[in-house]
T-cell receptor, first 113, second 118 residues
Framework: GENVEQHPSTLSVQEGDSAVIKCTYSDSASNYFPWYKQELGKRPQLIIDIRSNVGEKKDQRIAVTLNKTAKHFSLHITETQPEDSAVYFCAASFSGGYNKLIFGAGTRLAVHP | GAVVSQHPSWVICKSGTSVKIECRSLDFQATTMFWYRQFPKQSLMLMATSNEGSKATYEQGVEKDKFLINHASLTLSTLTVTSAHPEDSSFYIC??????????????FGAGSRLTVL
């Protein structure tokens, strides 16, 4: 079935450390993998995405890697800052009509000063 | 960038009443919109795909007669929670796919509507 698994569910790091969140997906035909950041009571905001034709993408302190063979993708945040604290969701597109996005369970990241 | 407006942002209603939530794409046309539901401290669960000019496609386990979706124009989709009950209390978020200048399709979310059924 359509499934996205995300780990860990919570992550606590010290300011300046790196944070890594991992996701796996079930549909080998999935071709779009966005990451969203959601602060308490607010809408999810897209922070980075990757498509299946590339293996890695970087935007300043944020990077995403994709392993299509393993159906696995990861978010890497370097030099974490307290304002990075939020819930992060990975998602994968599922084929069949409208390329709907199915989300992972989320990772609550806490960055301690 | 693309903006999705959702209204109301919060609503409180009595059990048994119906509530309508609107989702508008403000500066782009969206033939497809998606409705998600999010319980506290949980993920976004896709409820249905809203298609302009045709019937919505519901995910397994979502009651189509309970959650009525209407996508009457290229910029507006509505979700009506009929005969609401306390267990329907949740955060409902719509999203629409916009095409960026790069040609990439990106899903943009509305601000969400927090429904509380008494």
């Amino acid at each position: 079935g359509e499934n996205v698994e995300q780990h860990p569910s919570t992550l606590s790091v010290q300011e300046g450390d790196s944070a890594v969140i991992k996701c796996t997906y079930s549909d080998s035909a999935s071709n779009y993998f966005p990451w969203y950041k959601q602060e308490l009571g607010k809408r999810p905001q897209l922070i980075i995405d990757i498509r299946s034709n590339v293996g890695e993408k970087k935007d300043q302190r944020i990077a995403v890697t994709l392993n299509k063979t393993a159906k696995h993708f990861s978010l890497h945040i370097t030099e974490t800052q307290p304002e990075d604290s939020a819930v992060y969701f990975c998602a994968a597109s599922f084929s069949g009509g409208y390329n709907k996005l199915i989300f992972g369970a989320g990772t609550r990241l806490a960055v301690h000063p | 960038g693309a903006v999705v407006s959702q209204h109301p942002s919060w609503v409180i209603c009595k059990s048994g009443t119906s509530v309508k939530i609107e989702c508008r794409s403000l500066d782009f046309q969206a033939t497809t919109m998606f409705w998600y539901r999010q319980f506290p401290k949980q993920s976004l669960m896709l409820m249905a795909t809203s298609n302009e000019g045709s019937k919505a496609t519901y995910e397994q386990g979502v009651e189509k007669d309970k959650f009525l979706i209407n996508h009457a124009s290229l910029t507006l989709s509505t979700l009506t929670v009929t005969s609401a009950h306390p267990e329907d209390s949740s955060f409902y978020i719509c999203s629409a796919r916009a095409t960026e200048s790069s040609g990439a399709n990106v899903l943009t979310f509305g601000a969400g509507s927090r429904l509380t059924v008494l």
